[in-house]
């Protein structure tokens, strides 16, 4: 049987971030659509039997009914492609949910709350979906596969659990104990990393978001492709995003004015097909206010910039000195010995409070 795997796509989440730059939040909605057509074409041209969505195919909070409408106009371009969908936090299956009060497409199944399997013909997929925006205990790990002569398919939105305290809201699995129910492929969302090569002949995988929601999810995003019988067993990612979310590190120690760093930041090299967050190090030798540099950044593409630099003065000189500026020094000193605020937060304080008296 050949499937896709996808999961993670967030339809009409609102993009904040990249809309304080221009408006590229609508730009980046326009892309999921396309990621989808990319999808669905992919589907057309390699014969694929199956189309599994591992949950947050949407946002619940933010789905208009057109959205719905698009995605479900593609699913019928494939109807001979069966499409299993189990909802996940962020699009959970619940009274006003768009699965169930929407009039989806004949190849299209949804699951819900409940655990169930579908017996198809060279296959029994097995599914669960979220009913409200947690899930502590699905009851996954109790399953018993019926026919284990057939493939068997789990699909779920869900985390493995590792320690983390906020995965055990969100459908926490235990790994050895999914691998001992003896699924021949175990479709998962939630994670928006991908994760399907980590370990041999890995059978537990997670394809990542299938666009990036943000400087958090770098590197290239798509879906997972199978083809898997009881004899063979292949699986390979396949890239669907066209940009990827990249951090680029800049150090300032030799830049002197503010007109200079404006300057060295657009003439960087950048693929324009890409997003980048800048991250200033170094030693700053002026203060830097990242709004005001907003205001003169051609690029578009830059989205973030972060000032991780550290002030290149002796504040120990300045401190003894017996005038505003020496006791100003003094008690930004005290506060960030005694940890009574934010470091950072202290620092800019006394990067801005220092280029003031340098100006009088």
Request: with cysteine; glycine share 6%; net charge negative.
């Amino acid at each position: 049987m050949k499937f896709i795997h996808m999961a993670d796509m967030h339809f009409d989440v609102p993009f904040t971030v990249l809309n304080n730059r221009n408006n590229l939040g609508e730009k980046r909605r326009l892309e999921q659509r396309e990621a989808l057509r990319k999808i669905i074409n992919y589907i057309k041209n390699n014969n694929i039997n199956y189309l599994f969505i591992a949950g947050d195919l949407y946002e619940h909070e933010y789905i208009r009914k057109s959205s719905i409408e698009f995605i479900n106009n593609l699913f019928k371009e494939i109807p001979n492609t069966r499409i299993f969908i189990t909802p996940g936090n962020h699009d959970p299956y619940i009274n006003n949910s768009m699965y169930k009060t929407f009039k989806w497409n004949d190849n299209v199944h949804i699951f819900d709350r409940k655990i169930e399997v579908i017996e198809e013909q060279e296959c029994d997929i097995y599914g669960f979906g979220f009913n409200d925006f947690y899930c502590r205990d699905s009851g996954i790990e109790n399953i018993k596969i019926k026919n284990t002569n057939k493939i068997n398919i789990l699909i779920t939105h869900g985390a493995l659990t590792g320690g983390n305290l906020e995965n055990m809201e969100y459908n926490p699995l235990n790994k050895n104990r999914l691998k001992n129910l003896g699924f021949d492929y175990i479709a998962l969302g939630h994670i928006h990393k991908l994760d399907y090569n980590s370990e041999l002949d890995q059978r537990i995988v997670y394809p990542g978001s299938t666009i990036s929601m943000g400087f958090d999810e770098m590197g290239e995003h798509g879906v997972i492709y199978g083809d898997i019988d009881k004899e063979k067993f292949k699986i390979e990612f396949i890239p669907i995003d066209n940009r990827e979310f990249k951090e680029l590190e800049m150090d300032i120690s030799n830049i002197f004015n503010k007109e200079e760093l404006i300057e060295k930041i657009n003439n960087l090299n950048l693929n324009s097909n890409n997003y980048y967050k800048i991250i200033l190090k170094g030693d700053k030798n002026f203060n830097i206010n990242i709004n005001e540099l907003f205001q003169y950044i051609i690029k578009e593409n830059i989205i973030k910039i972060k000032n991780d630099t550290k002030l290149k003065i002796n504040l120990e000189e300045i401190s003894k000195n017996n005038n505003l500026k020496g006791l100003f020094v003094r008690e930004i000193l005290k506060e960030l010995n005694n940890n009574n605020y934010d470091k950072k937060t202290l620092e800019n304080v006394l990067s801005i409070g220092l280029d003031l008296f340098d100006k009088k």
